[in-house]
């Protein structure tokens, strides 16, 4: 099992940029998956990027060029760089792994993009 802790929500401008933070409590090393994913209410939870284990990333249409996710195995954490932020990039962003053993998501922080 893996624990994930988000972290670096908060409120900012239209243009403006926020990073992202996933802290998991074991080595991610071995994780096959990690991505993070919006939710707004109402609507389903979405795909807003992944990384695979090798580096290869996938990316909603929506964030595509604005949106930056890395891993760092050292340090056991991912990344979402958002730059160029819009009204419509508001929600709460959840991070997520995928193992052998499950699928785990963190608890989710808070993204507000004013305009």
């Known amino acids: 099992q893996v624990q994930l802790v988000e972290s670096g929500g908060g409120l900012v401008q239209a243009g403006g940029s926020l990073r992202l933070s996933c802290a998991a409590s074991?080595?991610?090393?071995?994780?096959?998956?990690m991505g993070w994913y919006r939710q707004v209410p109402g609507k389903q939870r979405e795909l807003a990027a992944t990384?695979?284990?090798?580096?290869?990333?996938n990316y909603a249409v929506s964030v595509k060029g604005r949106f930056t996710i890395s891993r760092d195995s050292a340090k056991n954490t991912v990344y979402l760089q958002m730059i160029s932020l819009k009204p419509e990039d508001t929600g709460v962003y959840y991070c997520?792994?995928?193992?052998?053993?499950?699928?785990?998501w963190g608890q989710g922080t808070q993204v507000t993009v004013s305009s």
């Open positions: 074991r080595s991610i090393a071995s994780i096959n998956a």
């Open positions: 990384i695979t284990l090798g580096g290869v990333t």
């Open positions: 997520s792994a995928r193992d052998v053993s499950g699928d785990y």
